[in-house]
């Protein structure tokens, strides 16, 4: 090859680089290892983290079981090494899923139109909040302290240089909810949205529909996110929201230390031109057949640039794909029958702990230790194989004492039964 | 002559809801072994009626569904896909088998800290690489995407200068640059001043003296190009932004390019993300997941978004304690599973391996660039790194553009090059091999583009009309943007 170009090292290709820009060295990053070295290294990574035989830390990041069907379909090479579907002709497969997944999106979430993806659940609300303002001109944002803590801090280093201002509004102590008088005081003719999440950090099912009352009343939207789509299966969707947005982890995405996850933006059809992201849509080929396409890029920033709704380019397609699948498993009943287990199981292990809050909870809920911490609680449970729950005063330091635990499908009787035992209900 | 592909067969498939019949499931859940609640009476009169449209196949139609969909995409590992600044490279299948290795699949960000060290362990020595690699001072892995790490970049640009008491006012972006650059500039609350590009499709250095000033904040650089062009000039293009105490931000779209070659950092750059989907071959996955990591210098250090990872007495610690910090930009610590692939990448090159890489890289874009400059207009005279750019202007007088040509390569077994980007150039044709075609790959691709050429002079009507060979033809974009249909609907 090098003679074909009349050179006689390949290093005559990059002669013509400054002198000062070049590097005279090898990196110094260890020769190559092979395919054995690498998989043992991660091998023992993965055994320097301890693994145990339940958990029940959830706060954003779940532990359900994958069907086998989704790794089986997402290592497919042509699903797994295909670029951005921009060229239609040759990205049908892609193109369709994700035309099936903004369907399944909207099914699930009670709302008109749904987008390819987010990044993941904590960037999806800044993005939810900017689009609120783009629609109602206002610049002020309410959020509920029952937001996942992570969420509004997003939201906090969005508003930073944007013209955003974020407020919070507090949490009923008795119930866990959104607290309806906190908000109504401040809300105003300059509130663009009012983000509640639900269910909420706290596990705690929120009344969406008064919430939404409230916001409307003063011309704000309403935004409700979700970080536990299991949920979606068994509690009314939020339908009365303008935008929801949120977290799929939960349809068969690993928990892999946080990411990469999928996040979702959906909303009425009206607002759809202030939607970030891309979106799929329905047309016909050549022939006459239906085929989809890479739609409404318009708002996007490979056309407006500096004008666009958002910067975002890529996104979470693959691990879309993954909640794609995941939905089409457990499909109309299983989902179901999957969420109704995960609140039987919260249930069971609530009735025997000493619960901090009286609002309905899905699959998660505040508790206490009899005595001792937390931190002593969950010392306890990792000797005999159990992760324990969450310490909230981490991030509510009113909350000092107490727990987030979360049950799900994966956890045994036997299990919440020793969290029970230790937690001395 | 078409070389590389005959028709075959192919089945089609309707949607998931048209395949639904009730009662139909690939699922199955253990029993429950604890009392199953009524929904209604526990959520407060919020349980929800039936999905309506749902699913409803069985296991055998799902996989037969996804299958079948797949083979209707074009895919790097059924070959050359020379998309220019996306570096479609080959995945490495290793990559994907520790990315699932179990104590790190299904580790927990919130796990207390003794029990995650050997994830805390990945991120620290990913960063330390990076670094090595960027001869940036401190790297943070959060930013999900490229855009993403670009507004990480950019905010942190804007805290250092608001630090200095004057966050200022514009970003300067060269005509040249990615749509991403404007976009995240605007998202940081900067306006935008374009910087015109010279003959050799580089940043026009007079320009800049003349635009930039105390209220430039940042200039936004791609190097090398989206031409494919080393920024020749770049160490002046740095001295005249730091005169004024604007910085250096560069787009690391292109760092397949310049990986164990020359260092950013030792160029003058101030910040600058990586695409791992891109230089370090995590896999693109029909739109993502990426990963922005972003390495600055140590003024911009004390900036980076929390927490960070630290490592003391041989122990890792999460660092959250950090009062300048623009805060957190990601929930947990960022798309970690691309993060190991991206490792697993640097561990099978190591630093001699990555060098070469890069070389390759070069030698194969400078390859196709050579066979190919008879038969398409060449955009710049200046060296081509790890691609190049052609017009469609021997092709235009024809009525062919470059988007018909893009489709008549895929009748040949091609995922087309990039199109009509840069828009500097007027009907470009962006060619980007990678390091992992070989040259039998890159000879079929010369032959097909070579064809392709004679058949623009013979029968243009040929390649207007392309692609022949899809399943799909054409598909008529303006309908799908006219009439949006968004979702199904029975």
Known sequence: MLASLGLSSTAELYAHLPGEALLERDLAIEPGWSEYEIVDWFRARGEANTRFAASFLGAGVYAHYRPVLVDTVVSRGEFLTSYTPYQAEIAQGTLTTIFEFQTMVCQLTGMDVANASMYDGSTAVPEAALMAMRITGREHVLVARSVHPEYR???????????????????????????????????????????????????????????????????????????????????????????????????????????????????????????????????????????FCLTLSTREQHIRREKATSNICTNQALVALMATVFMTVYGKEGLRELALQNLSKARYLGGKLRRRFTGAYFNELVASPASGTVAEANAKLAARGILGGLDLERFYPELRGNMLLCATEMNKREQMDIVAEVMGA | MIRKTRLHLVQNEGLLFEESSPGKKAYQLPDLDVPAVDPAAALDGQAREEIEGFPEVSEVEAIRHF???????????????????????????????????????????????????????????????????????????????????????????????????????????PDSAHGTNPATAAMCGYSVANI????????????????????????????????????????????????????????????????????????????????????????????????????????????????????????????????????????????????????AYIMAHGGPGLRRATADAILNANYIRTHLAGYYELHTEAPSMHECVFSDDKQSPKGVRTGDIAKRLIDYGFHPYTVSFPLIVHGALMIEPTETESKQELDLFIDAMKSIAREVEEDPQLVKSAPHRTRTPRVDEVLAARKPVLRWRP
């Open chain 2, 67 to 173: 299958t079948r969909l797949s083979t209707y995409n074009f895919a790097i590992d059924l070959g050359m896909y020379p998309l220019g600044s996306c570096t479609m490279k080959y995945n490495p299948r290793v990559n994907e088998a520790v990315a699932r290795t179990e104590g790190l699949a299904w580790a927990h960000p919130y796990a207390p800290v003794e029990h995650i060290q050997g994830c805390l362990e990945v991120i620290h020595r990913l960063e330390a690489n990076l670094a090595e690699i960027t001869g940036m001072d401190a790297v943070t892995l959060q930013p999900a995407a490229g855009a993403h790490g670009e507004w990480t970049g950019i905010m942190l640009v804007r805290a250092l200068l608001e630090s200095r008491g004057n966050p200022r006012k514009k970003i300067l972006v």
């Open chain 2, 196 to 343: 015109p590009s010279n003959a050799k499709g580089m940043v026009d250095v007079a320009a800049l003296a003349a635009a930039v000033d105390e209220d430039t904040a940042a200039m936004m650089v791609t190097n090398p190009n989206t031409l494919g062009v080393f920024e020749e000039q770049i160490h002046e293009v740095a001295r005249l932004l730091h005169a004024k105490g604007a910085l250096l931000y560069m787009d690391g779209a292109n760092m397949n390019a310049l990986v164990g070659l020359s260092r950013p950092g030792d160029f003058g750059v101030d910040v600058m993300h990586l695409n791992l989907h891109k230089t370090f071959s995590t896999p693109h996955g029909g739109g993502g997941p990426g990963a922005g990591p972003v390495a600055v210098k140590r003024h911009l250090e004390p900036f980076l978004p929390s927490p960070r990872v630290v490592r003391r007495d041989g122990r890792f610690e999460v660092e959250e304690n950090q009062p300048l910090s623009i805060g957190k930009v990601r929930a947990f610590h960022g798309n970690f599973g691309v993060l190991v692939r991206a490792l």
């Open chain 1, 153 to 291: 801090q997003v939201l906090a280093t969005n508003a930073r240089n944007q013209e955003m201002t974020v407020d919070e509004f507090g949490y009923d102590p008795e119930t866990g909810l959104a607290g309806l008088a906190g908000l109504e005081a401040k809300l105003s003719a300059k509130t663009a949205a009012v983000i509640i999440q639900s269910p909420n950090f706290f596990g705690c099912v929120e009344q969406v529909k008064s919430l939404a009352e409230l916001a409307h009343k003063h011309g704000a939207l309403l935004v409700v996110c979700f970080a536990e789509a299991v949920s979606l299966g068994l509690v009314k969707p939020p339908s009365e929201a303008d935008i929801v947005c949120g977290e799929l982890q939960s349809f068969a995405i690993s928990p892999s230390f946080g990411g990469p996850f999928a996040g979702v933006m959906a909303c009425k059809e009206k607002y759809l031109r202030q939607m970030p992201g891309r979106l799929v849509g329905q047309t016909v080929d050549a022939n006459g057949n239906r085929a």
